[in-house]
Protein backbone atom coordinates (compact mmCIF):
# COMPACT_ATOMS: atom_id res chain seq x y z
CA UNK A 1 0.00 0.00 0.00
CA UNK A 2 2.78 2.45 0.82
CA UNK A 3 5.85 2.78 -1.35
CA UNK A 4 7.96 4.86 1.71
CA UNK A 5 7.71 5.06 5.37
CA UNK A 6 9.04 7.46 7.73
CA UNK A 7 8.91 8.38 11.94
CA UNK A 8 7.45 11.76 11.98
CA UNK A 9 6.92 13.50 15.01
CA UNK A 10 2.76 14.99 14.92
CA UNK A 11 1.26 17.10 17.15
CA UNK A 12 -2.41 17.02 17.93
CA UNK A 13 -5.25 19.11 19.38
CA UNK A 14 -5.26 22.85 17.69
CA UNK A 15 -1.92 22.79 16.64
CA UNK A 16 -2.66 19.18 14.48
CA UNK A 17 -6.13 21.50 13.26
CA UNK A 18 -3.95 24.50 12.35
CA UNK A 19 -1.81 22.60 10.24
CA UNK A 20 -3.68 20.53 8.52
CA UNK A 21 -5.97 23.18 7.15
CA UNK A 22 -3.11 25.74 6.58
CA UNK A 23 -1.63 22.79 4.51
CA UNK A 24 -4.27 21.76 2.92
CA UNK A 25 -3.32 18.05 3.96
CA UNK A 26 -4.75 16.16 7.49
CA UNK A 27 -2.36 13.23 7.59
CA UNK A 28 -4.41 11.71 10.20
CA UNK A 29 -6.97 10.77 8.21
CA UNK A 30 -5.42 11.14 4.70
CA UNK A 31 -7.70 13.69 3.44
CA UNK A 32 -7.14 17.02 1.73
CA UNK A 33 -9.12 19.84 3.71
CA UNK A 34 -9.94 23.39 2.71
CA UNK A 35 -7.25 26.26 3.44
CA UNK A 36 -8.20 28.99 5.53
CA UNK A 37 -9.14 32.30 3.99
CA UNK A 38 -6.04 34.72 4.52
CA UNK A 39 -5.80 37.14 1.58
CA UNK A 40 -2.87 34.74 0.97
CA UNK A 41 -1.98 32.34 -2.00
CA UNK A 42 -1.86 29.76 0.70
CA UNK A 43 -2.21 26.87 -2.05
CA UNK A 44 0.98 28.38 -3.41
CA UNK A 45 3.05 29.06 -0.34
CA UNK A 46 2.26 25.49 1.40
CA UNK A 47 2.51 23.33 -1.95
CA UNK A 48 6.48 21.81 -1.35
CA UNK A 49 5.34 20.46 2.32
CA UNK A 50 1.81 19.67 1.79
CA UNK A 51 2.46 16.28 0.98
CA UNK A 52 3.79 15.33 4.63
CA UNK A 53 1.35 16.88 6.24
CA UNK A 54 2.40 19.46 9.35
CA UNK A 55 5.24 17.03 11.30
CA UNK A 56 8.77 17.15 12.84
CA UNK A 57 10.90 14.89 10.61
CA UNK A 58 12.81 12.35 13.29
CA UNK A 59 13.85 9.67 10.60
CA UNK A 60 13.68 10.65 6.93
CA UNK A 61 11.50 8.83 4.30
CA UNK A 62 13.16 5.30 3.48
CA UNK A 63 12.13 2.14 1.65
CA UNK A 64 11.43 -0.62 3.33
CA UNK A 65 14.55 -3.29 3.46
CA UNK A 66 13.99 -6.29 1.93
CA UNK A 67 14.42 -7.90 5.07
CA UNK A 68 11.78 -6.40 7.00
CA UNK A 69 7.99 -5.37 5.93
CA UNK A 70 5.59 -3.46 7.55
CA UNK A 71 4.24 -5.31 10.06
CA UNK A 72 7.87 -5.69 11.72
CA UNK A 73 8.12 -1.84 11.15
CA UNK A 74 5.30 -1.42 13.25
CA UNK A 75 6.53 -3.67 16.12
CA UNK A 76 10.06 -2.11 15.70
CA UNK A 77 8.55 1.51 16.49
CA UNK A 78 5.96 0.57 18.95
CA UNK A 79 8.90 -1.28 20.82
CA UNK A 80 11.24 1.96 20.50
CA UNK A 81 8.30 3.82 21.69
CA UNK A 82 8.35 2.17 25.02
CA UNK A 83 11.79 2.27 25.75
CA UNK A 84 11.91 6.08 25.67
CA UNK A 85 10.37 9.01 27.16
CA UNK A 86 8.59 11.69 26.56
CA UNK A 87 10.59 15.19 25.85
CA UNK A 88 10.02 18.24 26.84
CA UNK A 89 11.16 21.10 24.44
CA UNK A 90 9.81 23.94 25.75
CA UNK A 91 8.34 26.96 23.45
CA UNK A 92 7.35 26.86 20.05
CA UNK A 93 8.42 30.03 17.79
CA UNK A 94 7.71 30.71 14.30
CA UNK A 95 9.92 32.36 12.20
CA UNK A 96 10.93 32.89 8.70
CA UNK A 97 14.96 31.22 8.89
CA UNK A 98 16.24 29.36 6.01
CA UNK A 99 14.61 30.04 3.42
CA UNK A 100 11.14 28.59 4.81
CA UNK A 101 9.06 29.48 7.37
CA UNK A 102 8.67 26.85 10.40
CA UNK A 103 7.52 26.65 13.57
CA UNK A 104 11.12 25.58 16.16
CA UNK A 105 11.89 24.92 19.57
CA UNK A 106 12.98 28.55 21.22
CA UNK A 107 15.88 26.16 22.57
CA UNK A 108 18.11 23.25 21.93
CA UNK A 109 17.16 20.56 24.64
CA UNK A 110 20.02 17.99 24.38
CA UNK A 111 16.93 15.21 25.37
CA UNK A 112 15.56 16.21 21.78
CA UNK A 113 18.58 15.26 20.01
CA UNK A 114 19.30 11.87 21.76
CA UNK A 115 15.44 11.07 20.90
CA UNK A 116 16.18 12.24 17.11
CA UNK A 117 19.67 10.12 17.00
CA UNK A 118 17.97 6.56 18.72
CA UNK A 119 14.99 6.72 16.33
CA UNK A 120 17.85 7.06 12.97
CA UNK A 121 19.87 4.54 14.78
CA UNK A 122 17.69 2.63 16.21
CA UNK A 123 14.87 2.00 13.37
CA UNK A 124 17.95 1.70 10.80
CA UNK A 125 17.91 -2.33 10.00
CA UNK A 126 14.70 -1.34 8.58
CA UNK A 127 15.73 0.95 5.50
CA UNK A 128 16.71 -0.19 2.26
CA UNK A 129 20.40 1.62 0.88
CA UNK A 130 19.81 4.64 -1.32
CA UNK A 131 19.60 4.06 -5.02
CA UNK A 132 22.33 6.01 -7.24
CA UNK A 133 19.23 8.21 -8.39
CA UNK A 134 18.42 9.22 -4.74
CA UNK A 135 22.20 9.72 -3.75
CA UNK A 136 22.27 12.22 -6.61
CA UNK A 137 19.14 14.05 -5.91
CA UNK A 138 20.47 14.69 -2.85
CA UNK A 139 23.61 15.49 -3.91
CA UNK A 140 22.02 18.81 -5.55
CA UNK A 141 22.29 20.26 -2.30
CA UNK A 142 25.20 21.98 -1.40
CA UNK A 143 26.40 18.95 1.52
CA UNK A 144 29.22 19.14 3.97
CA UNK A 145 31.51 16.10 3.84
CA UNK A 146 30.19 14.97 7.16
CA UNK A 147 26.81 15.49 5.91
CA UNK A 148 27.60 13.37 2.54
CA UNK A 149 28.64 10.83 4.72
CA UNK A 150 25.79 10.78 7.00
CA UNK A 151 23.46 10.41 3.91
CA UNK A 152 25.43 7.52 2.44
CA UNK A 153 25.35 5.84 5.90
CA UNK A 154 22.22 6.95 7.23
CA UNK A 155 20.12 7.46 4.35
CA UNK A 156 19.66 11.49 5.21
CA UNK A 157 22.30 14.14 5.48
CA UNK A 158 20.99 16.23 8.59
CA UNK A 159 20.67 14.29 11.58
CA UNK A 160 22.96 13.91 14.30
CA UNK A 161 24.85 17.42 15.39
CA UNK A 162 23.18 18.67 11.83
CA UNK A 163 19.99 17.79 13.05
CA UNK A 164 17.55 21.06 13.95
CA UNK A 165 14.30 19.96 14.52
CA UNK A 166 11.48 21.52 12.76
CA UNK A 167 7.81 21.67 11.60
CA UNK A 168 7.56 23.34 8.16
CA UNK A 169 4.82 25.61 7.39
CA UNK A 170 5.78 26.70 3.98
CA UNK A 171 8.38 25.89 1.13
CA UNK A 172 10.88 28.41 0.21
CA UNK A 173 9.92 31.91 0.57
CA UNK A 174 11.58 35.68 -0.61
CA UNK A 175 12.79 37.33 2.71
CA UNK A 176 9.91 40.15 2.01
CA UNK A 177 6.87 37.51 1.26
CA UNK A 178 8.35 35.22 4.35
CA UNK A 179 7.70 38.26 6.80
CA UNK A 180 3.93 39.06 5.26
CA UNK A 181 3.60 35.19 5.85
CA UNK A 182 4.68 35.73 9.42
CA UNK A 183 2.59 38.36 10.45
CA UNK A 184 -0.28 36.89 8.80
CA UNK A 185 0.18 33.69 10.79
CA UNK A 186 1.31 34.96 13.92
CA UNK A 187 -1.97 36.20 15.77
CA UNK A 188 -3.77 32.85 14.42
CA UNK A 189 -0.59 30.80 16.20
CA UNK A 190 0.03 32.70 19.13
CA UNK A 191 -2.90 31.46 21.35
CA UNK A 192 -1.87 27.50 19.80
CA UNK A 193 2.02 27.76 20.70
CA UNK A 194 1.17 29.38 24.19
CA UNK A 195 2.92 26.73 26.38
CA UNK A 196 5.63 24.96 26.31
CA UNK A 197 5.66 21.81 24.29
CA UNK A 198 6.44 18.08 24.58
CA UNK A 199 7.34 15.24 21.80
CA UNK A 200 4.68 13.14 23.40
CA UNK A 201 5.08 10.52 20.43
CA UNK A 202 6.59 9.75 17.58
CA UNK A 203 4.60 8.62 14.54
CA UNK A 204 4.95 5.78 11.64
CA UNK A 205 3.89 7.89 8.01
CA UNK A 206 3.15 5.72 5.05
CA UNK A 207 3.30 7.54 1.56
CA UNK A 208 0.77 6.41 -0.77
CA UNK A 209 1.43 6.43 -4.62
CA UNK A 210 0.20 9.95 -5.16
CA UNK A 211 3.19 10.78 -2.66
CA UNK A 212 1.40 11.58 -0.16
CA UNK A 213 1.96 10.75 3.09
CA UNK A 214 -0.50 9.06 5.76
CA UNK A 215 -0.48 8.91 9.60
CA UNK A 216 -0.16 4.38 10.25
CA UNK A 217 0.19 4.88 14.05
CA UNK A 218 1.17 7.59 16.62
CA UNK A 219 2.62 5.70 19.22
CA UNK A 220 2.95 7.49 22.97
CA UNK A 221 6.77 7.72 24.30
CA UNK A 222 6.26 5.51 27.64
CA UNK A 223 9.58 4.95 28.43
Known sequence: MFERFAIFYTPTGALADFGAAWLGWDSAIGR????????????????TPRKYGLHGTLKAPFRLSVESDPANLQ????DFAKRHAAVAIGHLQMAH????????????PPALHALARAVVTELDQHRAPLTDADIARRRKAPLTARQDTQMLDWGYPYIFDDFHFHLTLSGP???????QVVSTLQPMLAPVIATPWLIDAV???????????????????TG
Open 75 to 78: MAVA
Open 173 to 179: LPDAQGA
Open 203 to 221: TLMGQDADGMFHQIHRYAL
Open 32 to 47: AVPHPDTGLDVATITA
Open 97 to 108: HHGFIALRPASD
